[in-house]
């Protein structure tokens, strides 16, 4: 039962085993009962059906990778977002989820299309916007033995974080190399607020202090 007392968070986790859908999903969820919510965890698309369940929620946090939406499921998220409910999330977990689904995409701000030489060594995420809340105080970190996710976004995003593609092992008539690319960013969709991040291939990538805060943040400030 609900505690009405506090905000109502979702984590709703599945998908592709590859990303730690459920690891993923352990390390935030005590972070925001930590931060006051009441957290359910879910693994099942139709939490997002469940009409009692999303009217009450503060903030969303997808984990889910690939797999298809049904019109009923994406209808509870859609609404849930557009009447004012947070969407926060990262890497596969919510930028590579539902390819059928382009309102999908254009909700989360973006959507995967390649990582090319899949592990990368290492790479530097660029914070871009030191003033935001989300970032503030954080400086540049380092990324290792992880995807550097490639991506198309929507042009309309407030870029907090950026990454540069300059370590692609794919075919290089086919990516740009030195491109900038947003790595972590905010937007709106009707009344709620959407962050997204890049990084989180899987759960190991939030042993860095610096991913796993700006995410943390993210889902604080998107949160109705």
Not at 25 to 51: I, W
Not at 52 to 65: A, C, G, N, Q, R
Not at 102 to 115: I, L, N, R
Not at 177 to 197: D, E, H, I, M, S
């Given at each position: 039962?609900?505690?009405?007392t506090k905000?109502?968070?979702?984590?709703?986790?599945g998908?592709?085993d590859?990303?730690t859908p459920?690891?993923?999903?352990e390390v935030?969820?005590?972070l925001?009962?930590?931060?006051?919510?009441?957290?359910?965890m879910?693994d099942?698309?139709d939490?997002y059906a469940?009409?009692?369940?999303?009217?009450?929620l503060d903030?969303?946090?997808?984990?889910?990778?690939?797999d298809?939406?049904?019109?009923?499921?994406?209808?509870?998220?859609?609404?849930?977002v557009?009447?004012?409910?947070?969407?926060a999330g990262?890497h596969?977990?919510m930028i590579d989820?539902?390819?059928?689904?382009?309102e999908?995409q254009w909700m989360t701000?973006?959507?995967?299309?390649a990582h090319?030489?899949?592990l990368?060594?290492r790479y530097?995420?660029?914070?871009?916007?030191d003033s935001?809340?989300?970032t503030?105080?954080?400086g540049?970190?380092?990324?290792?033995?992880?995807e550097?996710y490639?991506?198309h976004h929507d042009?309309?995003?407030n870029?907090?974080?950026?990454?540069?593609?300059?370590?692609?092992?794919?075919?290089?008539?086919?990516?740009t190399q030195?491109?900038?690319?947003?790595?972590?960013?905010?937007?709106?969709?009707?009344r709620?607020?959407?962050?997204g991040?890049?990084w989180?291939?899987?759960?190991?990538?939030?042993?860095?202090?610096?991913?796993?805060?700006?995410?943390?943040?993210?889902?604080?400030?998107?949160s109705?």
């Amino acid at each position: 039962m609900s505690d009405s007392t506090k905000k109502q968070a979702l984590i709703v986790f599945g998908g592709w085993d590859g990303h730690t859908p459920q690891a993923s999903a352990e390390v935030f969820a005590p972070l925001l009962d930590e931060a006051g919510y009441d957290v359910h965890m879910k693994d099942t698309l139709d939490a997002y059906a469940d009409a009692e369940l999303m009217s009450d929620l503060d903030l969303i946090v997808p984990i889910w990778t690939m797999d298809k939406i049904s019109n009923e499921q994406w209808a509870g998220l859609n609404n849930a977002v557009q009447s004012g409910t947070g969407l926060a999330g990262f890497h596969g977990g919510m930028i590579d989820a539902f390819r059928e689904n382009t309102e999908y995409q254009w909700m989360t701000g973006a959507q995967w299309v390649a990582h090319p030489g899949n592990l990368m060594e290492r790479y530097t995420v660029y914070i871009e916007d030191d003033s935001h809340p989300i970032t503030s105080g954080i400086g540049d970190f380092e990324l290792k033995n992880t995807e550097q996710y490639y991506c198309h976004h929507d042009p309309g995003n407030n870029v907090l974080a950026t990454t540069v593609f300059d370590q692609a092992q794919g075919d290089p008539s086919l990516y740009t190399q030195n491109a900038v690319l947003p790595y972590a960013w905010t937007k709106t969709w009707g009344r709620g607020r959407v962050f997204g991040a890049a990084w989180g291939h899987t759960d190991k990538d939030f042993d860095v202090p610096e991913a796993k805060e700006i995410v943390r943040r993210g889902m604080l400030w998107a949160s109705r």
